[in-house]
């Protein structure tokens, strides 16, 4: 494993979508993101100057304080007017880092190590290919090891072979990356996410880095070119304030002592529950807290709970049930994680931070 660091995310930017990159450049810091990736070979990029709109992707990067990581491959550096010995040259444009795909010979990997950090494909890369690197005399000491990304539907990866190849490389001592797709715009031409997981496709962004930290994996990118505003809360409380962030309905009138309870921060137990989230201070918050029973109902997978005045001493707990449970006429049902929400609340595990944005139906 690598030494302990702080964990990185970035967003995409690419030349079609070079104005929403400008909108999501200018609130990158505030949303977590210290990268920005771009790719120098996406065939469906606009013609022209591209060396021009490198230079532009550049500035977003340095005016937002990102480090841009390019993704090449053997003949994309041409269209910039660049080869690899010239391709030192992109650290004066904003670039931190080339990540090198395909058509790239390990002789010139190494001439390129030397001018400017190289990244490496973490999804196509073998033990044997970055130990003979090393040999070649690669310069180690600002490399990055990144996951592809998959446009095409059912060409994704799995979770067993990103476990291992994260695994390989942790290893070596690196910190490894890989990609959650976007919700807001999508990127040309396929329109399907930009996931390095499959089953991320469709998933909420952040449910999927969720899953790639459990995964092993340190760092994760939006492959996309943009979050939508409600997934950008979202993000923002993950990253920044490492909370996870569900909206709530409210479904029945509850006391205030309990609705200000609902609003505030709190924590999965570490003794986590395989049905529900138990927040860990609800009760002891709400013990002399008058709560009436409302009447046994059932409680479907999102139900949001407080345990009623007939519970005795779990009187004031709140859940947040991941599975259907039977009703109990010491549990009121007080309302529901909003169908948008419910992948996160399958990922809250052990002490995880909750906040609950609470809205009335």
Known sequence: MPDA??????????????????????????????????????????????????RRVGELAQRSGLKLVVDISGPSLESVGLDVDTA???????????RVDYGISMADIVRLSHAIPVWFNA????????????????????????????????????????????????????????????DGVLR?????????????????????ALDLHALGVDDVFVGDPSLSERTRRAWRAFVVEDVVELEVRLTADVPAAVREQLRRVDRNRTDAAAAMVRLESARGALADATIPA????????????????????????????????????????????????????????????????????
């Open 294 to 361: 409302t009447g046994a109902r059932a409680r479907p997978a999102g139900s949001v709970t407080v345990d009623n005045d007939g519970a005795g001493r779990y009187k004031g707990e709140i859940a947040l049930q991941k599975v259907d449970i039977p009703a109990d006429p010491t549990v009121n049902v007080v309302g529901h994680v909003v169908e948008e929400d419910r992948a996160l609340l399958e990922r809250i595990g052990p002490g995880r931070r909750v906040r609950l944005r609470l809205t009335d139906a």
């Open 5 to 54: 660091r702080t964990r990185q995310y970035g967003v995409s930017a690419y030349f079609r979508h070079l104005d929403v990159a400008e909108e999501v450049c200018a609130a990158a810091r505030e949303d977590g993101f210290s990268y920005l990736f771009g790719s120098l070979h996406v065939p469906e990029e606009p013609e022209g100057d591209f060396g021009a709109r490198m």
């Open 123 to 182: 999804s196509t890369a073998t033990r044997g290919d970055f130990e003979t690197l090393v040999e070649m005399g690669m310069r180690t000491d600002e490399v990055g090891i990144s996951h592809n990304f998959f446009p095409k539907p059912w060409t994704g990866l799995d979770d067993a072979f990103v476990a291992e190849q994260t695994a390989m490389f942790h290893e070596f001592g690196f910190a490894v990356q890989a990609f959650v797709p976007g």
């Open 188 to 208: 040309i031409p396929v329109g399907h996410g930009l996931p390095t997981l499959e089953r991320h496709r469709d998933l909420h962004p952040v449910a999927a």
């Open 88 to 98: 030192g040259a992109m650290r004066d444009w904003g670039v931190h880092a080339l």
